[in-house]
């Protein structure tokens, strides 16, 4: 017999880093996951290092008909979904040149966002036949540029969502014709704290939408995100790397943020409606999970209706030009 606590989980992001260690905490716990993997060769080898119920979906996010074509899967099986993890992401530190999907879309924004935004739309109608559903956004406090991460470098900023009007083929969001990866990566954050609450807003607060902050996670080989910054800088990589995790001891361990990611989902008592929190480093080594502001521009409700409408009429018209 089924734990009547087991939930079914769908998580994005799950086959490394953050993400996996948030599965193998989950499914250690007896939820059932359904893992979305870019190819078949990364959900063979998840699978074979998770216990329990998993099952791996395959989806390169960046790909919005593959995307669709998973969900058009799910919604036509039927089953209730309790949890929409939305985890994934990729950064391009040091890049300045962009690169882009085969829709022409900055890879980090149809990545983080885009993929993400689709995946909320499509199936939202199994969480709602969930007793207990709940959406769980990786964001970043790199969104906001008074955190100690967020002023480094150049802030995040969407402007009037210039580039997103402009159509496929822009480089930034706001309109820039100039490439910043890590402007890039802090701008897709933003949109994943606007997409939660825009999402909270349309669902009038009957579901918890949470956004969060894992922290600065490096980890001791260098991956995850880094997996692709090593191709710009390596040098500078590693050298931020042992600095920031061995010397100052700022940084997160990606077990400590998996279990906080999988704290999110398996929560019994989560609050209705939208929350923002994050791992905030207390002193050097220690982190707490704490509700914390987002930015203004993280709490602009005029400008998250404006992001997701935007998305959703960009996506729908790439989605026709596929059939």
Request: hydrophobic share 40%; with cysteine.
């Amino acid at each position: 017999m089924a734990d009547p606590a087991s939930k079914r989980v769908l998580l994005t992001g799950g086959s490394s880093g953050v993400g996996f260690e948030a599965a193998k905490v989950l499914s250690a716990q007896g939820h059932e996951l359904m893992i979305v993997c870019r190819n078949q060769a990364t959900a063979d080898q998840t699978r074979s290092l998770l216990p329990g119920c998993v099952h791996t979906l395959i989806s390169d996010l960046a790909d919005l008909g593959a995307v669709a074509t998973v969900c058009s899967q799910l919604v036509d099986a039927g089953a209730a979904l309790d949890a929409l993890v939305l985890n994934a992401g990729l950064q391009y530190a040091g890049a300045s040149d962009p690169q882009f999907s085969a829709h022409g879309i900055e890879l980090t924004f149809a990545v983080n966002q885009l993929a993400h935004q689709l995946m909320a739309m499509r199936l939202l109608p199994l969480l709602q036949k969930s007793n207990s559903p709940r959406v769980v956004i990786t964001a970043s406090e790199v969104h906001n540029p008074s955190s100690g991460a967020g002023k480094v470098g150049k802030p995040a900023d969407l402007g009037d969502l210039q580039g997103l009007r402009a159509g496929p083929g822009f480089a930034m969001m706001n309109g820039s014709p100039s490439f910043d990866g890590n402007k890039a990566y802090k701008d897709s954050k933003l949109c994943n704290v606007l997409m939660a609450r825009e999402l909270d807003r349309q669902l009038d607060a009957v579901m918890p939408v949470i956004a969060w902050s894992p922290g600065l996670v490096i980890t001791r080989n260098n991956g995850g995100f880094f997996r692709y910054n090593k191709r710009s800088n390596p040098l500078g990589m590693g050298t931020f790397a042992f600095v920031a995790r061995d010397l100052l001891r700022i940084t997160e361990s990606p077990e400590n943020a998996g279990r906080l990611l999988a704290q999110l989902v398996s929560d019994p008592e989560p609050s209705l409606g939208f929350s923002y929190v994050t791992n905030k480093l207390l002193r050097p080594g220690v982190h707490r999970l704490e509700p914390t502001d987002t930015s203004a521009e993280g709490a602009d409700l005029q400008k998250a209706t404006e992001l997701w409408r935007l998305s959703e009429l960009l996506m729908s018209e790439l989605l026709i030009s596929l059939t």
